[in-house]
């Protein structure tokens, strides 16, 4: 059994700015959620039987709290999110389970959907289906892997360490040293990729570093001057680093028999047609 978890939040963005503009008979841009659904669709009738879609109903999330410069919704085009919470409702009405998120983000659903999903010994593999550097801390093996849909590459642990430097485990200290633009949080000042891959490449997490860069033995630039950064800026590191680690206590599924596609629900027809929504589902039901 193979378990896809789509990051609806980044299918939506991609597909926005990919296709043409389209609107509906109320004057409402939809092109980003048709073309979203019929990828969708497009896995299942390629053969996909189990399969669920995180979106960031809210932007915002517990993060915006810790730090100020966390990502929010302003500057999101509004015809954009407006499409989050018709996605969401088609979804649902294809009969794919999508799970809003308000407190936390999609990334977060995802990563705890990945870890209840490995629970059972019937998952072979499961596939997170996102590009967001994030999620490559969830990456465990060969059993779960992230999927760029988008430049059909997949990438497994010793593709996470040969990407980034680092195992999956030492991402979200990584992404703490370098940054995360995207997200809105700068990372420590001299701290680039190189530097901190060869780093956390020998001590793997934020509190082995030794103060005394003397220890690392490793050749790092100006490695006296990222040691200071460090010791100054250890608390802001901490913070970064909790940032960037994804939340897998989110209760979302019982069991990833709810996952499975079972066909779209009644009313599925009537709101694919009023997006102008061709593709058939009832045409494709599970065998």
Aim: glycine share 6%; proline share 5%; with cysteine.
């Amino acid at each position: 059994m193979q378990i896809y978890l789509v990051d609806g939040t980044y299918e939506l963005f991609r597909h926005y700015y990919a296709l043409p503009s389209v609107r509906d008979d109320r004057g409402r841009e939809v092109a980003a959620v048709r073309g979203v659904v019929r990828s969708l669709l497009a896995m299942i009738a390629a053969g996909v039987t189990h399969i669920a879609v995180a979106t960031d109903h809210v932007i915002e999330s517990f993060r915006n709290q810790l730090w100020p410069g966390y990502k929010t919704s302003a500057g999101v085009e509004a015809e954009l999110l407006a499409q989050f919470p018709l996605l969401e409702d088609l979804v649902k009405a294809a009969g794919i389970v999508v799970w809003p998120m308000v407190e936390f983000e999609a990334d977060d659903a995802l990563a705890a959907a990945a870890m209840l999903a490995t629970q059972d010994p019937r998952v072979e593999q499961v596939i997170v289906c996102t590009p967001d550097k994030d999620l490559a801390q969830c990456v465990r093996g060969t059993r779960v892997v992230q999927l760029n849909r988008r430049t059909r590459t997949t990438l497994d642990e010793a593709g996470v360490v040969k990407k980034f430097g680092v195992p999956p485990r030492s991402i979200p200290d990584y992404l703490a040293l370098v940054g995360d633009a995207a997200d809105g949080y700068p990372g420590l000042r001299g701290w680039g990729a190189k530097s901190s891959a060869a780093i956390l490449a020998k001590f793997l997490h934020l509190e082995s570093i030794p103060a005394d860069c003397c220890e690392w033995r490793v050749n790092a630039a100006n490695a006296s001057a990222l040691a200071g950064t460090l010791v100054r800026e250890r608390d802001r590191a901490m913070l970064f680093r909790t940032l960037a680690t994804l939340r897998t206590d989110i209760p979302l599924f019982e069991n990833v028999d709810q996952l499975r596609w079972r066909g779209p629900t009644a009313g599925f027809d009537k709101q694919a047609l009023r997006l102008d929504q061709m593709t058939k589902a009832r045409e494709r039901p599970l065998p």
